[in-house]
């Protein structure tokens, strides 16, 4: 196997990656804490590799974790079918236009159902569930248990047009392996499924699956439209349908290709006490509650099967960059969609987790034009949730330089007269600024890091030297300048 095409499962997706030299292994780390670790410290890297852990510690060689899946622009490339050979701007270039393609094209990428797959290699129920039986990580210190869902996606389905949704949310080990905490936030399009079923039947059907293509956790971890399936958006991306097979105690549908993947029902009153846990944010701010429990009736997984982590902590985390190109590629299209002009360029910023940091770059048209830009960028559905500062800068700016930004923000605005603040919108219960029990708002500051327009001719020129005498000199002096050879 070697081509971009032939990519359609967890070990399609390694074959590659390996061949590319984007993979490494690691032998005998511990499942508590080291496998965290480790990967924590490959994710400050400046360009991480894959990182495959093999040889657990309590467990059998061939049961394995991976970690780092995507935390650089050529496996990201590869995973979304753009490319192997692209930069961060090459890649979000690449992605121009794309969700929003995918998204109108993923109706027709019905999954395919065949009668068995790779999954149903082995299949447990109930009196022999133990998902310990797996090299589970406990990824942070303080974490409150074992989390077997972090590089996962949990389906669901609404129950009044069947219409799937899969969601990464996060999924803790309960009940000594026998059942799982799912937690879902209230206003995803899971969490809505499940109330709708809890209303009608008094239960709520999810399988889940644990390891996978990793596209499978890019479409379920970003904002995917409502009524789309994430499955078929993925079979979108890829060109072709995604296989699966019907959960035996549910109906629903299980990747054919997974690794692992898990089926039961949620109720109402069955709850466990879930977290704390290492969050996007880089705080334990969830704190610890009772969470939505799946009380697991079948267990399906292949022979010697790979576990896809992908936890959350600290910035640089294992998806952080993920998010922010998925993220800068969507803002970007929205904006040029809805009709601004001047867009020159959207990076989410991974210091803020690719949500709460955003800078805008624009051509300036006209008296007003960066406001627009920072006001739209603030509230567009694909950045509203949890987003904390949008930062406009003219097309001079590398928007995904964070020196670029802070040095047009302290020479470009007046910060009595060019921040905005727009309160009580969108947030998250992980914000750690959020007391207990609150409402989930925050606020976010729109910074107009542009040249005034009235000054535009006449504000002091940028000391520095031109863009094309600098290619000419990096080429002449690649040794020590870090150009070609």
């Not at 070990?11 to 032998?27: M, N, P, S």
């Not at 627009?372 to 694909?382: E, S």
């Amino acid at each position: 196997m070697g081509s971009l095409d032939d990519i359609d499962d967890l070990r399609d997706w390694l074959a590659l990656a390996e061949k590319l030299g984007e993979v490494r292994a690691v032998e005998g780390a511990h499942w508590d804490k080291e496998i965290g670790a480790v990967s924590q410290a490959n994710y400050q890297r400046h360009d991480p590799p894959a990182l495959l852990f093999d040889d657990i510690v309590g467990h059998r060689r061939g049961q394995r974790v991976l970690t780092a899946s995507m935390s650089n622009a050529r496996r990201l490339g590869m995973t979304l079918g753009l490319g192997t050979d692209l930069d961060d701007k090459a890649l979000v270039e690449a992605l121009r236009s794309k969700p929003g393609e995918w998204a109108a094209n993923a109706s027709r990428y019905p999954v395919r159902e065949v009668a068995t797959g790779p999954v149903a290699q082995n299949v447990l129920g109930p009196d022999d569930i133990d998902l310990l039986q797996f090299p589970v990580p406990l990824w942070h210190e303080a974490d409150g248990g074992r989390y077997i869902g972090t590089g996962c996606a949990v389906f669901t389905t609404d129950p009044g047009t069947g219409v799937l949704n899969a969601g990464a949310y996060r999924m803790q080990v309960q009940n000594d392996g026998r059942a799982a905490s799912i937690n879902i936030e209230a206003g995803k399009h899971g969490a809505a499924h499940v109330r709708e079923w809890f209303a009608r039947e008094g239960r709520a059907p999810v399988t889940a699956s644990l390891g996978h293509d990793p596209l499978l956790l890019v479409v379920a971890g970003t904002e995917v439209p409502a009524g789309t399936s994430e499955l078929e958006y993925a079979g979108a991306v890829r060109g072709r349908p995604v296989d699966v097979v019907k959960g035996e105690v549910t109906g629903l549908p299980i990747p054919a290709g997974a690794e692992i993947a898990v089926e039961g029902w949620l109720r109402p009153g069955r709850r466990e006490q879930e977290g704390p846990f290492g969050e996007w944010t880089g705080y334990y701010s969830g704190g610890a509650e009772p969470v939505l429990t799946l009380d697991v009736e079948r267990v399906y997984f292949r022979d010697d099967p790979i576990l896809l982590g992908a936890p959350p902590g600290k910035p640089p985390h294992d998806y952080s960059y993920m998010r922010s190109v998925m993220k800068s590629a969507m803002i970007q299209d929205a904006l040029i969609r809805c009709g601004l002009p001047g867009v020159e360029g959207v990076w989410a910023h991974e210091a803020g987790g690719g949500r709460q940091l955003l800078a805008v770059a624009i051509d300036q048209r006209y008296a007003g034009h960066a406001r627009q830009a920072g006001y739209l960028a603030a509230q567009l559905p694909a950045a509203a949730y949890m987003n904390k500062f949008v930062v406009v800068v003219d097309a001079d700016v590398n928007p995904r330089s964070l020196s670029d930004v802070v040095w047009a923000m302290c020479t470009r605005t007046d910060p009595a007269e060019d921040i905005e603040t727009l309160r009580k919108t969108w947030g998250s219960r992980v914000d750690p600024l959020r007391e207990r029990d609150a409402p989930p708002f925050n606020s976010r500051a729109v910074i107009d890091a542009c040249r005034p327009w009235s000054r535009l001719g006449s504000f002091p020129r940028v000391a520095e030297a031109d863009p094309a005498l600098l290619d000419q000199v990096v080429k002449r002096w690649p040794d020590v300048l870090g150009g070609p050879r």
